[in-house]
């Protein structure tokens, strides 16, 4: 009797040590890639809708508020590409406009001079570096 308790006893605590070995679940990366518009925008110190101060000289971005939703996204990574070049930025804020970007100014002057006004981007969401 004994020995079948101490058996049924490391059998659950096996079972246990292997439940709380398992990995927790990743949380998924959306691979969506997202084509719009891109226009600049001076934060000059103001605050994004993420509730940081943003500065022009930061690789900050607002993203599409339909994507950006209650700011799920921010602080998040995205690489923008247009013109031949991609550009990893920051989310920081939202735009209107569907697939819409809105750079702050150094940002948009990796891509084109300000006075463009606006380009063709795609985007999508990437790791962090850190």
Known sequence: MFSRALILVAGML????????APAPLKRQDTTVYNGQASYTEFNGGYGNCGSQVQNSEAAVGIDRNVYGNGDHCFQ??????????VRAQVVDSTD????LNLSTSLFEQFAPLDAGVFDASWQFVQSDN
């Open 14 to 21: 096996a079972m246990a040590a292997a439940v709380s070995a």
């Open 77 to 86: 990574f995205i690489e923008i590409t247009a013109r031949g070049k991609t």
């Open 97 to 100: 406009g569907d697939g819409a």
